[in-house]
């Protein structure tokens, strides 16, 4: 996933300075730290792999020694990464990235996503435990995790699934499931585009 929001930046469909100033504060950051983190992203943009000091400063109008300082957190907390590399004349030169801070964002999408998640299974068995006036057995629990994280079934989709199953004499979470198959089948007939796009946005997110 790293790697698409790298491409996605590349590509300009993505704005790295956006994705800064809307999540450092979430990790570890202080705002001279994220300005600095935005002008080194600028600085690879322009294919200027090296660092001059005094420039710098300037850039984020601190004193020389402040904007050490401000380097060297970011060194520490591992937003910046200094490295050497050998050119194609056999050179030794340095360059560094600022991967790290894609990283964190996508470590922290997967968190939240997944805490919804979650909070939406105990929503949904709550619902399901409330109509069926009785707790659910652990298979059935299975099952919703199976809807909710597998299939991907939204907590609405599977109300309406249990209102329908309910007009049977006898509802029971098989006649649920069924009907979110049924329901997921006839979501696949749609036209080929947007089960591609689907597709693929479950394959990048997973990468």
């Given at each position: 996933m790293r790697h698409i929001l790298k491409k996605l930046i590349?590509?300009?469909?993505?704005?790295?300075?956006?994705?800064?100033?809307k999540y450092y504060h979430k990790f570890d950051l202080n705002e001279r730290e994220a300005i600095a983190l935005i002008k080194l992203h600028t600085l690879l943009?322009?294919?200027?792999?090296?660092?001059?000091?005094?420039?710098?400063?300037?850039?984020?109008?601190t004193s020389p020694a402040e904007t050490e300082k401000i380097l060297n957190n970011l060194i520490t907390k591992g937003y910046l990464n200094i490295h050497l590399y050998e050119d194609d004349d056999g050179k030794e030169r340095e360059s560094f990235n600022?991967?790290?801070?894609?990283?964190?964002?996508?470590?922290?999408?997967?968190?939240?996503?997944?805490?919804?998640?979650?909070?939406?299974?105990?929503?949904?068995?709550?619902?399901?435990?409330?109509?069926?006036?009785?707790?659910?057995?652990?298979?059935?629990?299975?099952?919703?995790?199976?809807?909710?994280?597998?299939?991907?079934?939204?907590?609405?989709m599977i109300k309406d699934a249990t209102y329908q199953a309910f007009e049977n004499k006898?509802?029971?979470?098989?006649?649920?499931?069924?009907?979110l198959v049924n329901q997921l089948k006839d979501a696949e007939k749609k036209p080929a585009s947007n089960k591609d796009a689907l597709k693929d946005f479950h394959r990048i997110w997973e990468e």
């Open positions: 590349d590509d300009n469909v993505l704005d790295f300075k956006g994705l800064v100033l943009e322009e294919k200027q792999q090296i660092i001059k000091p005094k420039k710098f400063a300037q850039w984020l109008a600022v991967d790290y801070f894609l990283i964190k964002v996508v470590e922290h999408l997967k968190h939240d996503y997944e805490t919804q998640q979650k909070n939406d299974t105990s929503i949904v068995i709550d619902f399901l435990e409330d109509m069926f006036k009785q707790p659910l057995s652990q298979l059935d629990y299975e099952t919703v995790k199976q809807w909710i994280f597998e299939e991907e079934f939204d907590i609405d006898q509802p029971s979470l098989r006649q649920i499931d069924h009907i």
